[in-house]
């Protein structure tokens, strides 16, 4: 640009470089930075985590979401994630098996619930779902979520899987499914307590939580990854994750801990 | 390959051909008039056909998504119509393949009618030819490779459709599970063989089709009757 001369260009380079000086000089000397490859239906928990984490230790995290497969087919073909906080036990255990994730590193940081979440009243129970006014129910793709697996456990668990079976409309993630019904496409759905207690209070709708027994535990394990075997960040915020501030916030948001 | 495959296959072809006749019959005569009016709309109105070309499929899927719920006006009037939701049904794939394909169909269209001059059609009103005589008669044979072309990227763009169905499909077997979903399931459950034999065959599809058209593009000579 023309109006810029040689002389302010070179006072303009002083200038960043004095503000860069000063931005490391403030950063603790060990901080570091890991990429978080966070399971969809966690993200919520992930945004009220990382700022005390971040605080407490001066490390930064970059956080990527995802469906469960769709996570772990990036870091299959060299994504570069530090940790992998999966929905399923499942899939962190494939890591291990290919080389790609520490075998010891794996623990179960949050247990899911499932719930029927519905805009009303009426439509938000294990009854709606055979009454013939409820057209589209809405869960989690047993083919690669984690939640829908366990839904489809639940639907069996019931005796409901024949009967509701054409009015089964799947989204891709929990996320999804939860958009479908929250747009009130699908009359009801059939999502993880988490997503419902993330929005505000007042515009939570109406649920019924299915009780745990209904299906096999939604253990969900966290695992550092090969990559960052040596990733100062990544080892503090597994660190944090299993203590006990964090697992308050975990169960705040609808899992339990075990 | 087992059997659900072909299903979706064959749903995915049954989309592309619906999608493409419903644009042949909407889209001519937008096609028509946006290649002889003098109108200042008209670039506006291009633009607004070219913006499914440019605008990522999340922002389309997402505005159906709101506009086929049971309690927006359009989703509402197709309960009453139907008795089913628009949204999850075949009928909404197609709503959503209209749109996302149309610049396909118009574009090329509007260039083969613009490429016919005014001066062949002003010689058949001279003749006494009434507008709609004289667009079948001298028009239209004239664009046939216009319409073939417009055909072909119609149908070969759904085919390849993948985030607007995704995000208003639901996934439902014979209804919404179309090729390219079935794809990424495949890939979602780690079953990376059937992933692999599904696209080989719609890359094959696709390629045949492509092949086929600039096949007749090439030798295809116009007969005006």
């Known amino acids: 640009m023309s109006w810029i001369t ?14 860069l000086a000063l931005v490391c000089a403030t950063m603790p000397a060990s901080a ?18 990382e700022p005390m984490f971040e605080a407490s230790t001066g490390h930064d995290l970059v956080i990527s979401s995802g469906s469960t497969a769709k996570l772990y087919s990036q870091v299959r073909f060299g994504a570069p994630f530090d940790v992998f906080l999966s929905a399923d036990m499942a899939h962190p255990e494939r890591l291990i098996d290919k080389d790609l994730a520490i075998a010891n590193s794996m623990f179960t940081y949050a247990v899911g619930r499932l719930t029927i979440w519905s805009w009303s009243e009426t439509t938000s129970s294990l009854e709606a779902m055979t009454n013939p006014a409820t057209r589209k129910i809405a869960m989690a793709t047993p083919a690669g979520a984690p939640y ?11 005796g409901l899987t024949d ?18 019904a929250h747009t009130g496409n699908a009359d009801l759905g059939i999502v993880s307590l988490s997503l419902v207690l993330q929005l505000p209070e007042g515009e939570q709708g109406h649920r019924w939580d299915i009780p745990a027994s209904a299906h096999t535990p939604i253990a969900q ?15 503090a915020f597994l660190a944090f994750l299993a203590s006990e501030d964090a697992r308050q916030i975990i169960r705040q948001y609808g899992f339990e801990t075990p | 390959m087992s059997l659900p495959d072909l299903a979706a296959l064959w749903l995915t072809i049954r ?19 946006l290649s002889q009016t003098k109108s200042r709309v008209k670039p506006v109105l291009e633009a607004v056909v ?19 719920a049971p309690d927006a006006p359009l989703g509402r009037a197709w309960i009453l119509a139907t008795g089913d939701t628009l949204s999850f049904s075949f009928a909404g794939l197609v709503v959503g393949s209209v749109i996302y394909s149309l610049p396909f169909m118009i574009q090329p269209l509007q260039t083969a009618f613009e490429a016919t001059g005014r001066s062949a059609m002003e010689a058949a009103a001279s003749l006494r030819a009434g507008p709609l005589d004289a667009f079948f008669t001298i028009a239209a044979p004239l664009a046939t490779r216009g319409f073939l072309t417009a055909s072909v ?8 459709e993948f985030g607007v169905v995704l995000m208003i499909g639901g996934n439902i077997p014979d209804r919404t599970r179309v090729v390219s979903i079935e794809i990424y399931e495949h890939v979602e459950t780690l079953n990376y063989s059937d992933a692999n034999s599904l696209s080989i065959i719609l890359i094959s599809v696709s390629f045949i089709v492509l092949t086929a058209v600039y096949i007749f593009n090439r030798k295809q000579a116009v007969h005006v009757g």
């Open chain 1, 221 to 235: 394990g966290a695992i550092l990854l090969s990559r960052g075997a040596d990733n100062d960040a990544a080892l």
């Open chain 2, 15 to 33: 989309l592309a051909a619906v999608t493409t006749i419903v644009l042949l019959i909407f889209g001519t005569p937008l096609a028509w008039w």
């Open chain 1, 163 to 180: 009967a509701v079976a054409p009015k089964l409309v799947l989204g891709e993630s929990i996320g999804q499914a939860f958009a479908f």
């Open chain 1, 148 to 158: 829908g697996v366990a839904a489809e456990e639940v639907l069996a668990h019931y």
């Open chain 1, 32 to 49: 570091e930075r890991a990429n978080i490859a966070v399971a969809s239906n966690f993200k919520p928990v992930m945004e009220a985590i």
């Open chain 1, 6 to 19: 040689p002389h302010k260009s070179l006072d303009h380079k002083w200038f960043v470089a004095g503000v």
């Open chain 2, 153 to 160: 990227l119609s149908f070969a763009h759904t085919l390849g």
């Open chain 2, 50 to 68: 070219a913006l499914p070309l440019v605008l990522p499929p999340t922002v389309l899927g997402f505005y159906l998504l709101v506009a086929m």
